[in-house]
């Protein structure tokens, strides 16, 4: 992996945002100022939305305010398995019969739910992205925001999230439902810059440890946020993705 | 303007694609079809509704089986998509062979839309679940439900190593793929890249246009006075993407993308079409013409009131009465998550064969609309630039230009 590739125009880290729903998980993962707060979202409409939804709306509120910025910028949304628990409650009405389906349940399956409500709460008209990955989801969403930097946009709102798969479905599931969410743009940063992300080409221990099922691709995200809490100057390179060959991106604190 | 960024990408070549839908497998299919304008929506077949509606499928019998080693993600979505890369004539998996040739696998991305994954096959097996209270043996979550499932085996099927993942936002998912795409080449973080959307018909998406009580009872007539809601399909339309290379000149162009939300609601689409309007001025801008210089939209017009209503408000807004436009869902029906590549599609085939496609259904325009809508298609006319409109919930716009690159 060559330096020349790290050192293309990196991002600057201009807030970050966490959500993690259980307490006793954030306590022992020792993070702090992560309680679900969707607050942002109308109260019908919070009431009627997911967890997916929620948490990702508190981790993004949490990172536009930390970055002191407003809410009007192009976002990139990922998660792997999007409105699951939405998804499962419309599969077993399909499978009893139970018609018709709910039409609040249909329109809030689709995968650009967190990322639509997110633009109408927030009156956003920005392009709003919406993707899907295995254990590279992290570093993905990294990816197209920096590609999204580097053709036009001045900053753009990262936002990865998992919600609590359902067990009857996937009984070999523990993800704990959480989020993280970074604003990342070109202006000088307090905090930190990252670089581009690469893909190493050699195999990474934690990832052959660690599968998708025990770890949503939403802690990817942790590595980097504790370089972050640290806050200690230097140059850092860290893993952003839980796949076998990881992804890596360089953090520079200054 | 919100979404005026964007503006320094160059125009990316298509140097080769595919397509799957009702008219059957590949580009000639399409291009027949659509010249014939018959349409290709009939009762569905593979699901059994409760209720009266048309759907465009492709017949099982021209959905092949995957390899055995990739077996695990067997899904119809995967089938079509295998069917759609496989097609000899439109020879698009060539292509891909040769851009790994030409840059490397680890050059080259695939980034697919879908809005469906392999959902059919999740409801098999919620089906077996409450037959048997066990989740049967053939379901695998990570290999054929979660949306990245087709991006994933396209990628192995191909041996390519690039970046991979999906892009779901409903409608306009595979219309954004190519936005996304050409970022990847845009800056050298790619030298290809496979694109476009892949959707099967499943009972969540006809039972949920039907809670919301927009499926049309008939075969939907898009733009019409009478029109009366949607027809769903199923398909593929896969592109590959390529960096600028003096021997592809001669290919049709991405000159454009524009995308940009409606911040309204989650189904209905803003009544002045003010997120569409700044998606197709966007993509104006970034393409560097005028609005003027485009001889075609292939709109989204899905054949609901609402949405037709508010995507001609925005036309009229953009271009005045003189564009030519039409809308292609009465043909094959909307594809929901492929809709974007395939309409992408017809986009490359009028420019290849100077042709407009009719708004097939169509009796009489609703008088409301402006624009100049086609009914029957038009061959032997020059098209140098056409604009392809995919919008889908949570108010998600794309707008697309395709064209001839001039230095």
Redesign the interface.
Known sequence: MSDAIFNQAPMSILGTGLCIKNNETANSLGFKDCALDASLLPAMVRRRTSEATRIAVSAATRACSNAATDHELPAVFVSLSGEIQVTDKLCQAIAKNEYPLSPTQFHNSVHNTASSYWSMATNNQFPMMAMSALEDGFALGLLESWCQLQTGAEKILLVVYEEEAPTHLLPDYNWEPCAISLVLGHTESQLATISRPLQSTQESGYASENSIASNSLATAGFPLLRTLLKNNSGTYCIEVSHSVLPWLAEVVIP | M??A?????TPIPITACSVSCASGIGTQQLYDSLISGQTCLQTPRLIST?FTAYTGEIADELLPTLDLELQTYSTRNTQIALATLNHPQDALRSAIHNAVARYGADRIGVVIGT?TSG?YE??N???D??KNQQ?PDYFN??TQ????AT??FLKLELELTG????????CSSSS?TLA?AQ??I??G?CDAVLTGGVDSLC??TL???????IMSEKPCTPLDENRCGISIGEGAGLLLLEKPHKEHTACVHLLGCG?????????APHPEG??AI?AMQSALRQAGIEAEQIDYVNLHATGTVLNDQSEMRAIQSVFGSNINCSGTKGLIGHTLGAAGGIESIISWLCLKHHFIPGTCGLNKADESFSGHIIKNSKTGIPVKTVMNNNF?????NTSLILGWHHE
């Open positions: 919100n979404s960024y964007n503006t320094d990408v409760g809005s959902i999740t409801e097996c919620y089906f679940i409450e989740i979550f990570s439900h979660v949306w990245s991006a994933n970046p991979c993942y999906a892009i779901s936002t409903a954004k996304s970022r990847l845009a800056t973080v009972r969540l039972n949920g246009f039907k809670s919301l009580d995308e940009s939300s409606d911040a309204y609601h989650m189904t003010r997120g700044s889908g919930f949570g108010g998600n």
